[in-house]
């Protein structure tokens, strides 16, 4: 992106409020019961996050700061007081 290119609005990162967002967010909030097949499938966060702003995992996996922080909690590896 070039620094004179005006990004919509609706395009931006939802944290810097800059960059144009390319990726979703793949944190995992909960579980949908489908009605076709009847089966458990992940709804995921979905939050619109630039390349800067993501954490990649490996893979095409991406989480944005929040669920970064959340994920290290769960994990023990965040900080303690």
């Known amino acids: 992106m070039s620094p004179a290119e005006i990004v919509h609005y609706k ?3 939802w944290f810097c409020h800059k960059r ?19 089966r458990k499938t ?10 800067q702003c993501a954490i990649h995992l490996g893979g095409d996996t991406h989480f944005c700061p929040i669920h970064t922080m959340e994920a290290k909690q769960r994990l023990g590896m965040g900080k303690r007081k």
């Open 11 to 13: 395009e931006r990162c």
């Open 42 to 51: 992940p709804q995921t966060c979905d939050r619109r996050i630039c390349e």
């Open 20 to 38: 144009k967002a390319t990726l979703l967010c793949d944190f995992v909030v909960g579980w949908v019961w489908t009605t076709i097949d009847f």
